[in-house]
């Protein structure tokens, strides 16, 4: 059976040709860097349908257009392809080090093609640049995949091993057979499947594209549907979840920890500086906050200008010092320096877990009531709800320490 691979070609460009404006009419559903993703994914198509048929017109057009203006669209169209995925995968996009394995590969081809036509040194320039690319995608995915990875994932990484498999076959045979270097179109059994293959890339490779795309949007509307938009901690229904899930797994005490934290006379912020800028004091103090819990602590907003944070396999003393520690952060934080805020400070009712505690509710309530306390003993201050034989608790600087509310 004889193919002929310039047909091939022509027909693996005009797949990409149908798929390009229906991806791009596409990226008006969403926003962000899945939008970008795809805008480029789209544009990508459309060059590699330039980049193609230029090639396919090989001998009938100048080589300046074949070789050199080929070459040069499809090496940007590589370099994006690479862009596209790495936004994807949540990688630095690294597009200068792209645009210069682009531009090196695609200067080697243009001088390999007119100054000094040699065709297997062509393919070699090429290889090395689609190698370089493949490793930036490589090593975004590996951690991915490390990571648990997805379905989408996985079939994005046999794609890529389908088109370095298609490249090593072609390389290899112009290895083993130096007399077959007579161009791409050229039949020979490893044009042929690096051809067909190439042929049917932009659909196999668009697929694993859109299913990771997929997986993108929705993990980012499951993370914007969790979060809280204002401070950026947890909203109240991923509170309830992460709650839950803390309450399940604790077992006996120092497993489990919860803290309570309001910013003391909030209101006279908003009374006195206006509501917006007590946003803006509120998005402020709350990025501090979430920088003293990293997971697996848990911080959410509970409401207004109060927090829960829940500490697992974290005991009452040390909760109650990594409180203190926040409440001095929080009092030395610069807040909206240009609206001439004073700086704020927080009450925290801290609680531990207890086996007797039926749900977390309960757990929580303690922390609350233990908040209020601090709230009656003037704020900006520590207080937890502890059994009577549990150390005082410190206090303030200037302060006496806090004695301890017996436990209900
Ligand atoms: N700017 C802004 N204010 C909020 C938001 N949510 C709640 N608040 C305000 O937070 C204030 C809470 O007031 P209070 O409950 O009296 O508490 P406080 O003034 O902080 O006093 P203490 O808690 O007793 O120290 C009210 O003025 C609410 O309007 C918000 O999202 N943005």
Redesign the pocket.
């Known amino acids: 059976m004889h193919i002929d691979l310039a047909t091939i070609a022509l027909f693996g460009a005009l797949q990409a040709l149908l798929l390009a404006p229906l991806l791009l009419a596409a990226t008006r559903a969403y926003a962000g860097v899945a939008r970008t993703s795809l805008r480029i994914w789209g544009t990508v198509l459309l060059l590699q349908v330039a980049g193609w048929v230029l090639m396919g017109l090989r001998g009938q057009v100048s080589d300046w257009l074949s070789i050199v203006l080929a070459n040069g669209v499809l090496m940007v169209s590589y370099a994006e392809t690479t862009r596209a995925l790495r936004l994807l995968l949540g990688a630095p996009q690294r597009r200068a080090l792209l645009l210069a394995i682009g531009v090196a590969g695609w200067l080697g081809i243009a001088w390999f093609g007119v100054a000094v036509p040699d065709y297997r040194v062509r393919v070699y320039i090429a290889s090395l640049a689609l190698g370089c690319y493949l490793l930036l995608l490589a090593w975004p995915l590996r951690h991915a995949l490390r990571r648990g990875g997805s379905t989408a994932q996985r079939v994005m990484l046999l794609v890529l091993l389908g088109a370095l498999a298609g490249w090593l076959v072609r390389l290899g045979g112009l290895v083993l057979h130096p007399a077959n270097a007579a161009g791409l179109l050229a039949y020979s059994p490893a044009n042929a499947a690096q051809m067909i293959y190439s042929a049917v890339e932009p659909v196999l490779a668009s697929v694993g594209f859109l299913l990771m795309y997929n997986e993108s949007v929705q993990t980012e509307l499951h993370r914007l549907a969790r979060t809280d938009p ?1 401070t950026g901690t947890l909203n109240r229904l991923a509170l309830d979840e992460e709650s839950l899930r803390l309450f399940r797994a604790a077992d006996r005490p120092n497993t489990l920890a919860a803290l309570v934290i ?10 006195e500086f206006g ?5 803006r ?2 998005a402020t103090l709350a990025a501090g906050i979430r920088r003293q819990f990293q997971p697996p602590a848990v911080l959410g907003r509970m ?4 927090f829960l944070a829940l500490l697992p396999g974290t005991g009452l003393a040390e909760a109650m010092a990594l409180a203190e520690r926040l409440r001095v952060a929080v009092a030395a934080m610069p807040l909206v320096p240009d609206a001439g805020i004073p700086g704020v400070t927080i ?1 925290v009712g801290i609680a531990a877990y207890r086996p007797e505690d039926t749900d977390v509710h309960a757990l929580v309530r303690r922390a609350d009531r233990a908040l209020y306390d601090a ?1 009656r003993a003037g ?1 900006d201050r520590v207080v937890a709800t502890v059994d009577d034989a549990s150390p005082a608790l410190p206090g303030p600087a200037g302060r006496p320490p806090q004695r301890p509310r017996p436990a209900e």
């Open positions: 204002l309001d910013i003391d006379h909030f209101k006279r912020i908003n009374d509501h917006a800028t007590g946003d004091v509120l409401g207004g200008e109060e009450s709230k704020r």
